[in-house]
């Protein structure tokens, strides 16, 4: 069978198609999108990813890409593992001593780049005579800061031996977590002990309560959110508070929306700068502003709310829907 040789872009002469080092050589691995058939073509590699001898056992390139990937990451794992443990400020002002740790201190940070680089290199399409052949493809891809994984297993197996975490807690935990947010359930793993069986487990059902509660306030929030009370401004108020004047209409606006604690008025500040921009921003901050008084006034000392706040039925009646629909979602 006659081989193909591939098109190497300029930028890319002389370096490995798998990893982004040196080549000095190539392999020889059938591809089956060239005239309908398999071809034989030959891609450039460095001697290490062809010492992998990943290229013996399998058939095609497109499985032949992932296997050295992996292999790589494995390989490297100690390299790799210095970005994961150290920062390069940590590592320079580190005080080792002794010839080997000098070394490390030294060298540490690069050979860690260098790693991190052959794992994240992105091969060049692939063109014979111009020709594109196919492009190359990765179907889904699992990072954890800043490295890019083929698969979810290869992630699971650095991760855990990296950071020494128990690899099916860590899988389960991933799963709560989503693979986006692969860092934060590392740093979980890494905070909970889960040495033993009991321990994982326990571990486990903390985090799911959490995971639990966080969407029950979502969806109280979200519930919260929709609340739409008409509160006639005719029956507000204004309120005198010191050298304060909180106007009716931003008690109204809190009214209706439901803000009953500074919670809610956090969460609703983009709401309220929108409803009030016309007013200019220097007299939405004011209204702003006099709310969080009246707000913190309100919350502070109940005898005021009970005997001074001229509202107080207005807000009795807002308190009761607000907990009528917290009930509601909760159900
Ligand atoms: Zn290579």
């Not at 002389?14 to 040196?22: S, V």
């Not at 031996?161 to 128990?166: A, C, E, G, Q, Y």
């Not at 500040?269 to 007013?279: L, Q, V």
């Amino acid at each position: 069978m006659e081989v193909l040789e591939i098109d190497i872009p300029f930028e890319y002469r002389f370096k490995c198609w798998f990893c982004g080092e040196d080549s000095h050589t190539y392999i020889e691995v059938n591809h089956s999108e060239i005239n309908g058939g398999l071809s034989l073509i030959s891609i450039p590699t460095c001697d290490e990813c062809q010492s992998y001898g990943c290229h013996l056992s399998v058939i095609t390139l497109d499985e032949l890409r992932p296997l050295i990937k992996d292999k790589i990451i494995i390989r490297s794992s100690k390299e790799l593992s210095i970005g994961a443990n150290w920062t390069e400020k940590e590592l320079t002002e580190s005080d080792f001593t002794g010839n080997a740790f000098e070394g490390f201190k030294r060298s540490g940070w690069e050979m860690f780049l260098i790693a991190k680089e052959r794992v994240n290199f992105k091969a060049w399409d692939l063109c014979i005579d111009g020709i594109p052949i196919s492009e190359v493809v990765n179907e889904e891809i699992f990072e954890f800061d800043g490295l890019t994984f083929s698969n979810f297993n290869s992630m699971l197996d650095y991760l855990s031996k990296t950071f020494f975490l128990d690899k099916p807690f860590l899988k389960r935990v991933l799963t709560l977590y989503g693979n986006d947010r692969t860092i934060e359930a590392v740093k979980f793993c890494r905070l909970v002990p889960h040495e033993t069986e009991t321990e994982r487990e326990i571990a486990f059902e903390d985090l799911v309560e959490s995971f639990r509660e966080k969407d029950a306030l979502a969806l109280n929030n979200k519930i919260l959110d929709k609340l739409v009370l008409y509160v006639d401004i005719d029956s507000i108020v204004p309120v005198q508070l010191k050298n304060n004047t909180i106007p009716a209409l931003s008690i109204q606006w809190a009214m209706q929306n439901g803000v009953i604690n500074f919670e809610t008025l956090d969460r609703l500040e983009d709401n309220f700068f929108d409803t009030f921009s016309s007013e200019g921003d220097e007299k939405a901050f004011q209204l702003f502003n006099a709310l969080e008084i009246y707000l913190d006034k309100r919350l502070s000392s109940l005898s005021w709310r009970k005997n001074q706040d001229p509202n107080f039925a207005l807000w009795e009646y807002v308190e009761s829907q607000c907990k009528l629909i917290r009930t509601r979602g909760n159900k």
